[in-house]
């Protein structure tokens, strides 16, 4: 079963503009939850994550929303650059376990 | 300070073997897990080390084990390859474990079983 999902494949995007990535999620015992980023042929690379206890967490150029009572998260990217490009995974933890999202793959133009 | 480093980078396997991984952690890390990724199911938990205890597991049959030595390396363990198991593996350290900090990603290894 899908706990965490991610329900847009791909964003494209021009360069200076906001990108929104979004998640939701279906496990109401999830407590942490993460954004990460995945360049080809490499490991995802952790970006920002949010406790239960918030609604918002921002670093620089990235702000993470959630809101509990629709099981929603949200990447914000502002402004977003052309090193953008990539894929972004959401992950949920909580309950002894770890979700992730399939993905959204984003392309930032020049 | 080293990342997390996965050996080998590649491997191919002919079904019914088995094969071990490794991983490494950041220096003082005591948290490992590993995940398989594959198109169709995405990223998916494996299980999760800590101080060499096996403290939480995904949804995977017993052929996939893993174990975590005294210096917080792990490895996992396929048994009884199958066609289904050709992925790319990853493994991940974290300070405080998975559900409390950030987890980070060696560059993992891509299992093809033939």
């Given at each position: 079963?899908?706990?965490?999902?991610?329900n847009s494949p791909?964003?494209?995007?021009?360069?200076?503009?906001?990108?929104?990535?979004?998640?939701d999620y279906?496990?109401?015992?999830?407590d942490y939850f993460l954004?990460?980023k995945?360049?080809?042929?490499?490991?995802?690379?952790?970006?920002?994550s949010i406790s239960?206890?918030k609604d918002?967490?921002?670093?620089g150029r990235?702000?993470?929303?959630?809101n509990?009572?629709?099981?929603h998260l949200s990447l914000h990217?502002?402004p977003?650059?052309?090193?953008?490009?990539?894929?972004?995974?959401?992950?949920a933890?909580g309950?002894?376990d770890?979700r992730?999202?399939?993905g959204t793959?984003l392309?930032?133009?020049? | 300070?080293?990342?997390v480093?996965q050996?080998p980078?590649?491997?191919i396997?002919t079904?019914g073997?088995q094969?071990t991984?490794s991983c490494?952690?950041?220096s003082?890390?005591?948290?490992?897990?590993w995940?398989?990724q594959?198109?169709?199911?995405?990223?998916q938990f494996?299980?999760?080390?800590?101080s060499e205890?096996?403290?939480?597991?995904g949804n995977f049959?017993?052929?996939?084990?893993?174990?975590q030595f005294?210096?917080?390396?792990?490895?996992?363990n396929?048994?009884t390859?199958?066609?289904?198991?050709?992925a790319?593996?990853?493994c991940a350290?974290s300070?405080?474990g998975?559900?409390n900090?950030?987890?980070?990603?060696?560059?993992g290894?891509r299992l093809?079983?033939?």
């Amino acid at each position: 079963d899908q706990q965490v999902k991610q329900n847009s494949p791909s964003l494209s995007v021009q360069e200076g503009r906001i990108s929104i990535l979004n998640c939701d999620y279906t496990n109401s015992m999830f407590d942490y939850f993460l954004w990460y980023k995945k360049y080809p042929a490499e490991g995802p690379t952790f970006l920002i994550s949010i406790s239960s206890i918030k609604d918002k967490n921002e670093d620089g150029r990235f702000t993470v929303f959630l809101n509990k009572s629709a099981k929603h998260l949200s990447l914000h990217i502002v402004p977003s650059q052309p090193g953008d490009s990539a894929v972004y995974f959401c992950a949920a933890s909580g309950d002894n376990d770890m979700r992730f999202g399939a993905g959204t793959r984003l392309t930032v133009k020049p | 300070k080293a990342g997390v480093t996965q050996t080998p980078r590649y491997l191919i396997k002919t079904r019914g073997q088995q094969v071990t991984l490794s991983c490494s952690p950041i220096s003082g890390h005591r948290s490992v897990s590993w995940y398989q990724q594959t198109p169709g199911q995405g990223l998916q938990f494996l299980f999760e080390y800590f101080s060499e205890t096996q403290r939480n597991k995904g949804n995977f049959p017993g052929r996939f084990s893993g174990r975590q030595f005294s210096n917080s390396r792990s490895e996992m363990n396929v048994s009884t390859l199958e066609l289904g198991d050709s992925a790319l593996y990853l493994c991940a350290s974290s300070f405080g474990g998975m559900g409390n900090s950030p987890l980070h990603f060696g560059n993992g290894t891509r299992l093809t079983v033939t």
